[in-house]
């Protein structure tokens, strides 16, 4: 079992920048492909970032690539998701995820993943 818990979210300029967290509870964080979602009002559900638990490869939603950043720091059981050039468009709430090792599911499907945590809210003025 995984417990996610994000923070760092609020309200941002356009072309600022802001640094989310993702704290997991559990002892097997290490193994886990985490991911990072977000959700707009009216939309569905879809995917950021990802990556994975040992080589830290890394995927990025084309939106986003070059502007954000996802990372993992195992020992602390955290996952980051730093994001610079921040637009309107990338008001939502995102959210954390937790993929485990035997799920063969797709990186980018919200499906694929485990666990969620509960969000956090971030929002970009213009």
């Known amino acids: 079992q995984v417990q996610l818990v994000e923070s760092g979210g609020g309200l941002v300029q356009a072309g600022g920048s802001r640094r989310l967290s993702c704290v997991a509870s559990g002892n097997t964080f290490s193994n886990y492909v985490m991911g990072w979602f977000r959700q707009a009002p009216g939309k569905e559900r879809g995917f950021v970032a990802t990556i994975t638990w040992g080589t830290r490869n890394t995927l990025y939603a084309d939106s986003v690539k070059g502007r954000f950043t996802i990372s993992r720091d195992n020992a602390k059981k955290t996952v980051y998701l730093q994001m610079n050039s921040l637009k309107p468009e990338d008001t939502a709430v995102y959210y954390c995820?937790?993929?485990?090792?035997?799920?063969?599911?797709?990186?980018?499907?919200?499906?694929?993943?485990?666990?969620w945590g509960q969000g956090t809210q971030v929002t970009v003025s213009s």
């Open positions: 995820a937790a993929k485990a090792p035997l799920n063969g599911g797709s990186y980018y499907s919200v499906s694929s993943y485990d666990y």
